[in-house]
């Protein structure tokens, strides 16, 4: 089992950051992917959108509206993982989760993670 907690979320007026932080224990090789997602009010949970994932080797990727914005970081196993937003806008606005899987699959879905903490909050105000 793996168990999630994330904080750091909150409200800031656009072009603001904030740093939200992922805190993991359980087991190890069940969490050889992590990720941040997000989802917006109205959607469920399917239609949360995959935001930035890590997998074991360091490997970052991105959404295409979040590159060069927010950047995922994790020292090691066994520390927090973290994910930067930087510049941000209103859309961004959005209840935001950690996820863990065994690995990074290519489109990486929610369907496919089987481990998420119960989410912090970001609102953008312009």
């Known amino acids: 089992q793996v168990q999630l907690l994330e904080s750091g979320g909150g409200s800031v007026q656009a072009g603001g950051s904030l740093k939200l932080s992922c805190t993991a224990s359980?087991?190890?090789?069940?969490?050889?992917?992590m990720a941040w997602f997000r989802q917006v009010e109205g959607k469920g949970r399917e239609g949360r959108e995959r935001?930035?994932?890590?997998?074991?080797?360091?490997?970052?990727r991105y959404a295409d509206n979040v590159k060069g914005r927010f950047t995922i970081s994790k020292d090691n196993a066994n520390k927090p993982l973290y994910l930067l937003l930087s510049t941000l806008e209103p859309e961004d606005t959005a209840m935001y989760y950690c996820?863990?899987?065994?690995?990074?699959?290519?489109?990486?879905?929610?369907?496919?993670?089987?481990?998420w903490g119960q989410g912090t909050h970001v609102t953008v105000s312009s």
């Open positions: 996820a863990a899987s065994d690995r990074c699959i290519p489109g990486l879905a929610p369907r496919d993670v089987p481990y």
């Open positions: 359980g087991d190890t090789y069940r969490r050889g992917c």
């Open positions: 935001v930035a994932s890590m997998d074991r080797t360091g490997r970052a």
